[in-house]
């Protein structure tokens, strides 16, 4: 059974940073690609970011371009998301997840979710 346990998730003001974590278990993800999702209060589920095994293909949505950076240690069967210049608007629960292609960027793509881990910016 796939399990994807986030973690790192918080209280920080605008212009701050975080550092989101995901650990899985139950099946090696060293061929997956790995990637992230959100949800704000009140809006739909969306797409952050994603990244194949090797990093070789990575895609942000625009919202976060420049300002989140995700990484992968496959040796742990970790992804990361490094979350910097935070914004009010980036509040959400941010959820990990397991994906066939880095540009599945929709809900019903998603093999996997995590329980998800609760964000938030205060201004």
């Known amino acids: 059974q796939v399990h994807l346990v986030e973690s790192g998730g918080g209280l920080v003001q605008a212009g701050g940073s975080l550092r989101l974590s995901c650990a899985a278990s139950g099946r090696t993800f060293s061929r997956d690609t790995m990637g992230w999702f959100r949800q704000a209060p009140g809006k739909e589920r969306e797409f952050v970011a994603a990244?194949?095994?090797?990093?070789?293909?990575?895609n942000y949505a625009d919202s976060v371009k420049g300002r989140f950076a995700i990484s992968r240690d496959n040796a742990k069967n970790t992804v990361i998301l490094q979350m910097n210049s935070l914004k009010p608007e980036d509040t959400a629960v941010y959820y990990c997840t397991v994906l066939p292609s880095p540009y599945s960027t929709h809900v019903h793509e998603v093999d996997y979710w995590g329980q998800g881990t609760k964000v938030t910016v205060s201004s």
């Open positions: 990244s194949t095994r090797t990093g070789s293909i990575i």
